[in-house]
């Protein structure tokens, strides 16, 4: 069974600082991948990077990029000069390669409620 | 230009009705997924189809059933409502065999 942990309900942060999301998951598939999105107020959700568990290298988006250490199987997102409109809630998630068969469904965790203090 | 779309964006209904909610995607994708929000945000897989296989979370009621009237659609029915549906229902693609999935807007369905 796979599980992913995000610890921190909400998080603070000011304006123009970084801030780091933590998440660890627990799956015992080599072939996995994990993701972050970010559910703003209005509700949609938006894809912000993804890690493939083969990836070398830890995966970086503008201002996002995952801290990866496989071995302590943690995926936290850090987020560099946050900016107000960066304020919402955060999903990790996971999608391991064997029990979604062909379809690739994620599991996600509970969310970190992210504010951004001007 | 909507990738992934959803109708209604909100669904008010009384308990013990039969309700769809359709969605469509315009990129080309193989799979569709349904999600399920909760009231403290909790995501969680429902249902995952591509033209080959259904695939369905052994926890979904047998209420709530999937409809494919081609690969560009995914409507999601459900039957005899109750009020612990509540929630916001989010429907998703991806191309098969890529990890990235695209999201709808979210249907918010109100069971009262």
């Known amino acids: 069974a796979q599980k992913i942990t995000q610890t921190q309900p909400g998080m603070f942060v000011q304006e123009k600082e970084a801030v780091t999301l933590d998440c660890t998951y627990d799956t015992s598939d080599p072939s996995y991948g994990l993701f972050w999105y970010k559910q703003p107020s209005s509700g949609e959700m938006i894809f912000l990077i993804y890690?493939?568990?083969?990836?070398?290298q830890n995966a970086t988006e503008g201002r996002y990029s995952l801290n990866f250490q496989k071995a302590r199987k943690s995926a936290n997102l850090v987020i560099s000069a946050s900016q107000l409109g960066d304020s919402a809630m955060y999903f990790c998630a996971m999608r391991d390669g064997f029990s979604s068969g062909s379809a690739r469904q994620l599991t996600f965790g509970s969310g970190t409620q992210l504010t951004v203090l001007p | 230009d909507t990738a992934v779309s959803q109708t209604p964006k909100y669904l008010v209904t009384q308990m013990g009705n039969d309700k769809s909610i359709k969605c469509e995607q315009n990129?080309?994708?193989?799979?569709m997924y349904w999600y399920k929000q909760d009231s403290k945000k909790f995501l969680k897989i429902m249902f995952s189809y591509n033209n080959k296989e259904l695939i369905i979370n052994e926890t979904v009621p047998n209420r709530f059933s999937p409809k494919s009237p081609d690969k560009a659609h995914l409507n999601l029915h459900i039957n005899s409502l109750e009020l612990g549906d509540s929630a916001v229902y989010f429907c998703?693609?991806?191309?098969?065999?890529?990890?990235?999935?695209?999201f709808g807007p979210g249907t918010r369905l109100t069971v009262l």
């Open positions: 990129l080309g994708h193989d799979t």
């Open positions: 998703a693609s991806s191309r098969l065999g890529s990890d990235e999935q695209f």
């Open positions: 890690q493939g568990s083969y990836d070398q």
